[in-house]
């Protein structure tokens, strides 16, 4: 268990809808990221926050948005789904927000659009 | 762009065999690099880094030596295991610009050790 957790494991949801990925960091990290897997992009960064604020985007489509809450957890929100966005989505924290110490990745959610 | 290229897979050994998989980066300055490796089904696991020039990275038996020169940040191993099959990943650290502090990664490396 690598202390960060994300919710659900897997999904299965229709082209049009909407879904909501959730993360809770390792404790004492401030900062969360937002990671897509696919066969054919590999890893792609979508988003980071660092104690609530949005720090950095990446690829992220604008159908995609994401929030930290005063908690620190963190919900990562695809709506309009296409089937491409089908993939692992990963979840990672780090005490800072600069990174050079690593990540710590959660076991990912796998979302299927059907 | 950035970037970080790996050699592509899949990698097959035998037990005991030495691993070598090649990784170059493209950066401005000196980046952190990184070795992640994620076994089926898990996430990414952290496996070594090197924050400046010239540091080697190491666990587990791994090793990876920063090379300025060449841009470079192989992943070696002097005797593989089959616990170590695996997929394998090198990151660079972006240091500037509106990502600053988050991974690019390479493609990703699939290890199949057999007994």
């Known amino acids: 268990d690598s202390g960060v957790t994300q919710t659900p494991k897997h999904l299965i949801t229709a082209t049009g809808q909407r879904v909501t990925l959730r993360c809770s960091p390792r404790s004492g990290d401030l900062s969360v990221y937002w990671y897509q897997q696919s066969l054919d992009q590999g890893l792609q960064f979508l988003i980071q926050y660092y104690n609530g604020e949005e720090r950095a985007k990446g690829n992220i489509l604008e159908r995609f948005s994401a929030q930290q809450f005063p908690d620190l957890h963190s919900e990562l929100n695809l709506s309009s789904l296409e089937l491409g966005d089908s993939a692992l989505y990963f979840c990672?924290?780090?005490?800072?927000?600069?990174?050079?110490?690593?990540?710590?990745f959660g076991s990912g959610t796998r979302l299927t659009v059907v | 762009g950035d970037s970080v290229t790996q050699m592509e897979g899949p990698v097959t050994l035998s037990e005991e065999a030495f691993l070598t998989i090649n990784c170059t980066y493209t950066a401005t300055g000196y980046p952190s690099l990184f070795w992640y490796v994620q076994y089926p089904g898990e996430g990414l696991q952290l496996l070594l880094k090197a924050t400046k020039a010239d540091d080697k990275g190491s666990n587990k038996g791994f090793e990876a030596t920063y090379r300025k020169e060449t841009t470079s940040f192989h992943l070696e191993k002097g005797s593989v295991q089959v616990s170590d099959s695996a997929v394998y990943f090198c990151?660079?650290?972006?240091?500037?610009?509106?990502?600053?502090?988050?991974?690019?990664f390479g493609k990703g490396t699939k290890l199949s050790v057999k007994p």
């Open positions: 990672a924290s780090s005490f800072s927000g600069t990174g050079k110490d690593g990540y710590t």
């Open positions: 990151a660079r650290l972006m240091n500037y610009g509106g990502s600053q502090g988050n991974l690019i």
